[in-house]
């Protein structure tokens, strides 16, 4: 049973489009994530936020944006979807304990025609 | 800045037999933890086991356990007894103690492929 929810699974839009991926946690968690991950590879960290009002860049230079205005919501938003922008997009969380593993969404499946 | 190698891209293994998946990593940092995590074909990271830097003993989780050698900045994932269930990626992943963003490092992976 998720706890961290991603909307939505797939999602192929148009160039130029605007787009909202949602992620919602129900764990409380203070510390959330989003990683970039083309198919097969590596998972790139994109952005992330220490709580509420926090938000900072990850090591993955993006064009998206975030913000964190409550505990269980870090929504990423592209104003202006491009087809380099086609990948998964992964959202996670972390309780802030070091032995503490990121609990991950299932992601979004972007694709930019 | 921290690193993690994970040197084979592909591994196939015989159902019910045991399989060694490696990782190495570098970090100045004296306290870390590693993580690896699975992600099957339908996307989702699922966490299998954690290493702490200073845990005296090799972490187990059932079938999967680690085989860490902290001289050699080493921590293989080791799965014993294969089933076919188990056939896809493998993440192995780092967290600096001194990270206090608490996010992980990912390796590239290794896609496992069990026969049956």
């Known amino acids: 049973e998720a706890d961290i929810y991603q909307t939505p699974r797939y999602l192929v839009i148009g160039t130029g489009k605007k787009i909202t991926l949602e992620c919602s946690q129900t764990m409380g968690h203070d510390k959330m994530y989003w990683y970039q991950q083309d198919p097969g590879m590596e998972l790139h960290l994109i952005h992330y936020?220490?709580?509420?009002?926090?938000?900072e860049k990850g090591d993955l230079s993006s064009e998206s944006t975030v913000s964190r205005i409550r505990t269980e919501h870090f929504p990423l938003t592209l104003e202006s979807a491009r087809p380099s922008h086609t990948s998964q997009y992964l959202c996670a969380s972390a309780d802030g304990f070091g032995d503490s593993p990121l609990h991950f969404g299932n992601g979004t499946r972007l694709t930019v025609t | 800045a921290q690193k993690i190698t994970q040197t084979q891209p592909g591994m196939f293994v015989q159902e019910k037999e045991a399989v060694t998946l490696d990782c190495t990593y570098d970090?100045?940092?004296?306290?870390?933890?590693l993580f690896w995590y699975k992600q099957p074909s339908s996307g989702e990271m699922i966490f299998l086991i954690y290493q702490g830097s200073y845990d005296q003993q090799n972490a187990t989780e059932g079938r999967y356990s680690l085989n860490f050698q902290k001289a050699r900045k080493s921590a293989n994932l080791v799965i014993s007894a294969s089933q076919l269930g188990d056939s896809a990626m493998y993440f192995c992943a780092m967290r600096s103690n001194n990270n206090a963003g608490n996010m992980l490092t990912f390796g590239g992976g290794t896609r496992l492929m069990v026969k049956p």
């Open positions: 970090t100045s940092d004296p306290s870390y933890g």
């Open positions: 936020s220490y709580g509420v009002n926090s938000t």
